[in-house]
């Protein structure tokens, strides 16, 4: 993790840029004036009908649109099927989003991995055969013609279904193993070419893709391939004139000198514009069930002071990313009801320009919650927003299940067969509230998404703690028959 130790010197010498001209180019009230909500759809994709009663909420909160990740719910067709999860949108069921997303006003930029995290694509036995190492099956091969087909096919799919895009981000972040597949191993050993030079070529590539085929849409990159490459090799590689590149950091303690310093660095490069990419949830534990507030806030406080410290017209917008996943095949991270009053703070931090208790009550009223806690994971009020009852569910079992049923294993632990028949009652009860507790979290969940998610998150955050539970009322009764069979 980066420090954040400049923060506070600079806040204090911060230059005057608030009333440079070109400044309402990209900024209002101290924030940034494009705010897209990122919707990781690879886990957990809410139905449309929850999409549809949210993006009024996201509006409201200050949002200008919506980055799209769709990766295997997109509706993609013909030799791009096998890609499609069960659980995939229709077409209709994305035209009907992208629809109430005009509505609202809302501008939306959909985004597709073209090179790193390419599970979703690259676990299928039809495209195997294009991973950059046999064995893993993260990152494309880059010099395949057919990796290029590949990429151009989703992307035309995907455009297909988009009316009037601006941007569409075309991924690249985290290409792990490059250079180590075969042919990249032989192209390495040509005089001059390295990695990096290799990474850009398939960034160039695909942006041009896009250019050539859709001249008015201007790709966006991950920026982290970027990050440690030369300016001179930045420069010459023509990837600046093509693209523009999303910063990312999801710190609280995110380091503000740094940042400046690397925009300073891609504008030397000659990139015109860059985005900022913060977090408002699925980036504090890769099975974190609840949404610490107060960590996001602080990260989204930052990147204010980084776009306070930076020339007036290089920003372009932030994504507030909310991860689902930390890769196609990890585990679920929070849901996305549970985290609305995360992204509800960290989105009217932005469009003000910073957080007050003005803007809290606001943020409360907006809600429906009597009482928004930032720096713990307590949340007393129930709220009015869409899949509140969610958020108050997983509370109560993220909270109490597992160590109310931790706690009685620990009593019972010890215990005789005699001395278990008293909690015999309590233990029941114990299991009767729990399980009507998880009916009712079930049922709420399944109005909201599809049953293989709900599925995969009781797996992974209830039946652990309730198996256990039930088989303590098991060990209880077979005790007490025992007991009552030993007295005849």
Known sequence: MRTGGAAASLEQSKPERRHASGMEASMEAGGPRRRLVHLDLKGAPPRASYLAEVLPLLRGLGATGLLLEYEDTFPYAGPLEPLRAPHAYSPGEVRAVLSQARAQGLEVVPLVQTFGHMEFVLKHKEFAHLREVKMFPNALNPHKEESRALVKAMIDQVMALHEDLQWFHIGCDEVYYLGEGEESKQWLQQQDNTPEKLCLSHIKAVASCVASSYPAVTPIVWDDMLRGISEETLAESGVPQLVQPMIWDYAADLDVEGKVCLIEKYRRCGFSKVWFASAFKGATGVNQSLTLIGHHLKNHLQWLKVASNSPADVLEGIALTGWQRYDHFSVLCELLPVA?????????????????????????????????????????????????????????????????????????????????????????????????????????????????????????????????????????????????????
């Open 340 to 488: 609305i009053p995360s992204l509800a703070v960290c989105l009217q931090a932005l469009k003000n320009g910073g957080y007050s208790e003005k803007i809290k009550e606001n943020v409360e009223k907006l809600l429906g919650m009597s009482n928004l806690e930032t720096e713990t994971f307590m949340s007393t009020s129930l709220g009015t927003f869409p899949g509140s009852n969610i958020l108050t569910l997983v509370t109560q079992v993220s909270f109490y299940l597992k160590s109310s049923v931790d706690e009685l294993l620990e009593r019972n632990r010890s215990s005789s067969a005699k001395a278990l028949s008293p909690p015999c009652r309590p233990t029941n009860t114990l299991l009767s509230k729990w399980n009507a507790v998880v009916q009712d979290l079930q049922a709420a969940m399944e109005q909201v998404f599809h049953k293989c998610t709900v599925e995969e998150w009781m797996e992974e955050n209830v039946h652990p703690s309730l198996q256990k539970l039930q088989q303590v009322v098991d060990d209880l009764d077979k005790a007490i028959k025992a007991q009552k069979l030993g007295a005849f």
